[in-house]
């Protein structure tokens, strides 16, 4: 066909058959990732309640007992943020064991053994000589915080706590708060800045481990189809 060929009819309807099967594919294309958006958020909704229930019912534990109160105030704050359910649950598994219990109970995990003999008169924390229990327990809580992250959770959630986690304050603060109401409990005193410094590294070595895992993750979301 040359240029003399050329036909006004003919080449509208050309371009109009062309266009129209663009944007078929375009159409499908855009249907595809709709629907695999869908059926992803639909997956991790499903994920999540599980630990939404969780949540709940420890929370109305926690809440029915006042020694609590002063701490729900920063969780509440962290969820309104949008942190996932399973990573708060973490947190407060320091000082409440049943959550870890339930924690270790996914991943087959023992459950932690806790029997510190809480002195009468208060201790002054010292990083050099932190009781081998306690340093025992705060070790078990982080290796809980490994389990947590490799859990089959929400994809959506653990790419926002990422990104949440990296400039976010709230988590900071309610981080620090639960640290320095575990060694309260156990009449130990902390200052407020020894707190927050153990909470700094704590949450920098989870956001070590939720990159770690996010290629693997990334991985199985592909496998499974679903549009990162």
Known sequence: MSIE???PVESSEWWGNQASEGISEAYKESSKKAGAGIKRTKKDEKKAKRYDFLLARFLVEMILKKKYDSLLDDLFVCLDAGYGTNFLLWVLSLIYMPISKEIRKFSGKP???FNYEVTQNPIEFNDHAIPPQVRARVN????????VTS???SSIV???TLGLILYDEKIRTFTSS???FFFKELNIHISEWKSKSYSEFILSELEKTLKKNMPELEKKWSDE???I
Do not use: A
Request: proline share 0%; glycine share 8%.
């Open 178 to 180: 639960v640290f320095s």
């Open 158 to 160: 653990t790419q926002r």
């Open 140 to 147: 078990g809580w982080i290796e809980d915080m490994e389990v």
């Open 5 to 7: 060929d050329f036909s």
């Open 225 to 227: 189809g679903l549009e």
């Open 111 to 113: 459950d932690i053994i």
């Open 151 to 153: 859990l089959e959770v």
